[in-house]
């Protein structure tokens, strides 16, 4: 049997680092430890500038933090590409769109990240 | 390309004791995802079944691990046994595999044919996996000295790993 990747792997980062949640509440910014629960039990997602922030803190990719959430967001581009790309080979101006239709091949042919969390 | 998530294996491990509980969660063979101490007081059972519900709402574990308190010279109380029963009824009630360790089981893994303590478990533990656990470390007990609860950390990611090292007694 087997399950999807968490949304965030932000609990397990903290922990790592002996920080609680009213410090990285601190790091972050923002306005106290419930809100980090918030982010750490799924309930919220942050904004542009707080994931920066735990990107500077933790010294990974939100990608990597926010891997189950990465991969959520990478299956709905895929999709959107494709559809796009159809669209675009379906059209009259087809040849002048070659870069696009390339960016859009690789895109959709992109193999998602699987790896694990380990830092 | 594949259009399916990808697949991890994620372990929920519960070690019960006389404050309430530790737990880890391990993800794929190496990746703790979290790990922890759960304290519970008045109504003991009830309250870690509710707590131990949480975990596996927010991780969707793939397998629940508990210690065999069947299995001899198993020595806890029948208020762990039945808890440990409770935690068999709740994996099943979610339609989750429950696997039962014995403490055989368990130290086998660790140090094959030889004999080793808790505390040498922990050790290794806390060196495999140093980020996580090397600072949870609790010093070696002494005879007058009660356990301390950091040790319920070890218990339970010593479980998770035992597990992926083995294959164990599988409850329906």
């Known amino acids: ?119 | 390309m594949s259009k399916k998530t990808p697949k991890f294996s994620r372990s929920l491990a519960i070690a019960p004791s006389t404050r309430g509980f530790g737990y880890a969660i391990l993800e794929g063979d190496t990746t703790l995802v979290d790990w922890g101490v759960k304290t519970v007081k008045a109504d003991k059972n009830a309250r870690t079944i509710a707590k131990v519900r949480q975990l596996v709402t927010k991780y969707e574990p793939t397998v629940i691990v508990i210690q065999d308190y069947a299995a001899k010279p198993c020595r806890r109380s029948d208020r762990i046994r039945a808890l440990g029963a409770a935690i068999i009824a709740l994996a099943s009630e979610c339609g989750l595999p429950i696997v039962l360790l014995s403490h055989q089981q368990i130290r086998k893994v660790f140090f094959g044919d030889g004999d080793g303590t808790k505390h040498e478990i922990a050790k290794i533990l806390a060196a495999r996996l140093p980020e996580e656990l090397a600072s949870r470390l609790p010093p070696k007990r002494k005879l007058w000295m009660s356990q301390d609860y950091r040790m319920d950390i070890f218990d339970a990611v010593g479980l998770a790993v035992a597990l992926r090292m083995q294959r164990p007694k599988r409850m329906p």
């Not at chain 1, 609990?11 to 982010?39: H, I, M, S, W």
């Not at chain 1, 500077?56 to 990478?74: D, H, M, N, W």
């Open chain 1, 1 to 119: 049997m087997a399950s999807a990747q968490l949304s965030n792997y932000l609990r397990a980062n903290r922990k790592r680092l002996d920080l609680t949640q009213d410090e990285l509440a601190f790091l972050l910014g923002v306005e106290g430890a419930p809100k980090v629960c918030r982010y750490e039990t799924f309930a919220r997602e942050p904004s542009l500038r707080t994931l920066l922030a735990f990107e500077a803190v933790f010294q990974k990719t939100p990608s990597e933090l926010f891997a189950g959430l990465y991969r959520e967001i990478q299956m709905e581009v895929i999709a959107r590409a494709k559809i796009l790309s159809r669209r675009i080979n379906a059209g009259k101006r087809q040849l002048h769109r070659a870069r696009t239709s390339q960016a859009l091949v690789r895109i959709s042919t992109v193999q998602p990240k699987t790896g694990s969390n380990r830092p």
